[in-house]
Structures are given as structure tokens and as C-alpha cells.
């Protein structure tokens, strides 16, 4: 293993999206990333472009002879990724007393949709249920119309992947000096609740609850808003700062706007039609041929297929294509870009169970023993 995590060994029984997305940050940092899964898991070996850089072997947690196994690996391990409801990995046996009690340097994660403990612990969710209790989903959208549900998983990604990664990092670090692991706690709904310090910014100076769509960011103004082209397309400006509004402006020949950026009333609704009329009488591409330059932060709403190809992208890696399961695949590349010891590609894929013979092997076991334990519905 390569990369500047390369020492610590991940036990990864996370599914879905919020718990593999963090191990393949880590596991493109080097950590060297085991994916478990029952034998009969259809959803086993997690989503593909979520399954580089890690092996993948299969193992039945709720027999002896599985968990006796599972036991020896995280005694050598140092980081358990999990994502179960709580309370299903001590039915399992393989909860955190325990295994600490056998490895008390193991840092144990788990990512649940409401944390280990509280009045909604055992509730179940989804992405849009975080957010909707965590009060972002309230934001999204425009003022008198419902909420918009966003269209990536920002609490799965945003309030538990990533906090995940922090959260395993921190305590490897305290490891470090104290010599022991510990329990690490993430609830999406805890990170829902943290995207929401603008808001409770606004709301502390204003005095008064924030509204969907009335805030300066939420394209009620026309200085941060997004306009339709005349090819059906769709442009971004992000003109907050005065001096952005101000170039924004005086391209237009619109001096008389400058210092009425966030007006309200009957010019905040004429400078929104000025300028909808104005970007609905060119392409896209001839705006940004036109406006690209500026310095008034625009940008296109580009599609999946764009972005793939945005020079932007190409220039900093960030699309890159392996072979996979069922053919080559393209997939997003590690956003953490480190000078001395960056994050990389290193192998596709891998199909389900296909390295639980090798991991067997290095426990000791020979070819027959693997093969009585697959018979037996073990591996």
C-alpha cells in the first residue's frame, strides 16, 4: 500500500452511500480498506464507483465460526467503519465494548442517520429526512413554494461521510499520544444541523427566523440568481460583493443600479426582469464568451456529461476512468489534493467477495478449511 495513510488497516461493514464514500476518501489516502459483507448480501459489494482501492471478501457476522474470524481481523485493525442501525452490531457481537475490550487502540466509527443515543435513535431515514429535521431543507427553494429537495445527498455526504473522515482522522491522531481508540459518533442529522450556521448567523443580527427564499443568496436578488438563455440554458451569477454587482452593472450600461444592490419592493422586481430579459436574448455559450473574463462570478448550470469534460476538471484530475465489475467506468478522484503525499488510483473495483480467500489465507487458514467455511454459508 502507498499514500500517507498506508499504515492503518480499515474493517469497512458500511452500505449505501454515507460510510463507503468515507472509507474511499481514506482508502485513496492509502488506508488499506476491508469491505465485509454477508455471503448473501445482493448489496454487498457497495457501489462500484464507491469500491476502488479496497478489497472485498464476504463473511456471516452472525455465525460462531464468522464472528471468531471477524474477531482476529479487528484485533489487528485499527479502524471499524460501520453504519448499522444502533444496536444491530451488539446483537451481532461486534459492537464497540466489545471489540475495544479485545483492541482498546481500534477507533470505531459509525455513521447513523440520528447518533447512538436521544429520542430519535432508533428512528429510521433518509437523506431528506435529516435535512428536513436538521431545518435545511427549509431553505432550499423559492419563497411561497415548497421546499426543494437538493439534488445530491448533501446530509449523507455532507453531514456524514466527510464528518466520518474527520472524525477517524482526529481520533487516529489522539491514538497517537494516548495510545488508545475510541468510539466515534456521527449522526446525519448532527451535520444537517451544522450546515445551518449561516442561518443561525443571520438569524442571531437579524433578530427574526430566516425564510425560504428571501435571503440575499436564494436568487431573490438579481446580484446572485440564476437566468435562463435563449437556447433554454441556464446561467449563474454569484455577484454578491458590491464591487462584482458594480462590473455586473456597468457592463449592462446600468450605473443607476450600482448602489441599489439589495433593494427591495418594486426595484429589487425591476432589476430582476432587467436582467431576465437581457440573458434570455443570447446563448449560453455566447455569455460566457462574454462574461467569462469578468470579474462578477459567473458560471454555467452545467450537465453531468460538461462536467466530465470542463477544463477546469480535466486540469485537476478530479474525473478518472478504471476498469470495473462491468467494464471501465468513470468516477470522481480524491478532492484532497496533498503536495508531498497526494491520494491515488491504485486498483478498479474489486467483485464481491473476491478477495475473502486471500484474507483467510494470511489468518492461517489452508484451502480446505476456506472451502468447508464457503460450503457452510460462513464465507
Keep these: ?31 488499506d480498506v476491508l469491505t465485509i459483507a454477508a455471503p448473501t448480501d445482493p448489496f454487498g459489494v457497495g ?27 479487528a484485533d489487528d485493525a485499527d479502524v471499524l467503519l460501520e453504519g448499522f442501525r444502533p444496536g444491530v452490531t451488539a446483537r451481532l457481537g461486534v459492537d464497540h465494548a466489545t471489540l475495544a475490550a479485545r483492541n482498546p487502540r481500534l477507533v470505531y466509527c459509525s455513521i447513523t442517520g440520528y447518533g447512538q443515543d436521544g429520542p430519535y435513535r432508533d428512528k429510521v431515514g433518509h437523506d431528506v429526512n435529516y435535512l428536513g429535521y436538521g431545518g435545511v431543507l427549509n431553505f432550499i427553494g423559492e419563497a411561497d413554494r415548497p421546499p426543494v429537495i437538493p439534488g445530491v445527498q448533501v446530509a449523507d455526504i455532507g453531514g456524514g461521510s466527510l464528518m466520518a473522515v474527520a472524525g477517524i482522522l482526529t481520533a487516529l491522531l489522539v491514538r497517537e499520544s494516548t495510545g488508545r481508540g475510541q468510539a466515534v459518533d456521527i449522526g446525519m442529522m448532527d451535520g444537517a444541523v451544522a450546515w445551518n450556521v449561516y442561518h443561525m448567523l443571520l438569524h442571531q443580527r437579524a433578530g427574526k427566523l430566516p425564510e425560504r427564499g428571501m435571503g ?9 440568481a440564476v437566468y435562463r438563455t435563449r437556447d433554454d440554458r441556464y446561467l449563474t451569477i454569484g455577484a454578491y460583493e458590491s464591487h462584482f454587482w458594480a462590473t455586473l452593472c456597468r457592463h449592462f450600461g446600468r450605473e443607476d443600479y450600482v448602489g441599489v444592490q439589495f433593494a427591495g419592493g418594486d426595484k429589487r422586481e425591476e432589476m430582476l426582469r432587467f436582467f431576465q430579459e437581457r440573458f434570455a436574448e443570447k446563448t449560453l455559450a455566447e455569455w460566457m464568451a462574454e462574461l467569462g473574463a469578468l470579474e462578477i462570478c459567473v458560471a454555467p448550470v452545467s450537465t453531468l456529461d460538461e462536467v466530465y469534460d470542463d477544463p477546469q476538471v480535466r486540469h485537476r484530475g478530479m474525473i478518472v476512468e478504471m476498469d470495473g465489475p462491468s467494464g471501465p467506468q468513470r468516477m470522481p478522484a480524491s478532492p484532497i489534493k496533498l503536495s508531498e503525499t497526494p491520494a ?16 483467510l489465507a494470511s489468518l492461517g487458514l489452508d484451502r480446505t478449511e476456506i472451502e468447508r467455511l464457503r460450503s457452510a454459508g460462513v464465507v
Excluded at 457501489?47 to 474470524?69: H, W
Excluded at 440575499?216 to 446572485?224: D, F, I, L, S, V
Excluded at 491515488?344 to 484474507?359: E, I, M, N, Y
Aim: aromatic share 8%; charged share 20%; with cysteine.
Design 344 to 359: 491515488s488510483l491504485r486498483t478498479p473495483p474489486p467483485t464481491f467477495g473476491a478477495d475473502t480467500d486471500a484474507v
Design 1 to 31: 500500500m502507498t499514500g500517507p495513510l498506508a499504515k492503518y488497516k480499515m474493517l469497512d461493514l458500511s452500505r449505501q452511500l454515507p460510510g463507503p464514500f468515507c472509507s474511499t476518501m481514506l482508502a485513496d489516502l492509502g488506508m
Design 47 to 73: 457501489l462500484p464507483l464507491l469500491a476502488r482501492n479496497k478489497r472485498s471478501m464476504t463473511l456471516d457476522l452472525k455465525s460462531t465460526e464468522g464472528r471468531a474470524l471477524f474477531y482476529r481481523l
Design 216 to 224: 440575499q443568496m436564494t436568487g431573490r436578488h438579481a446580484c446572485y
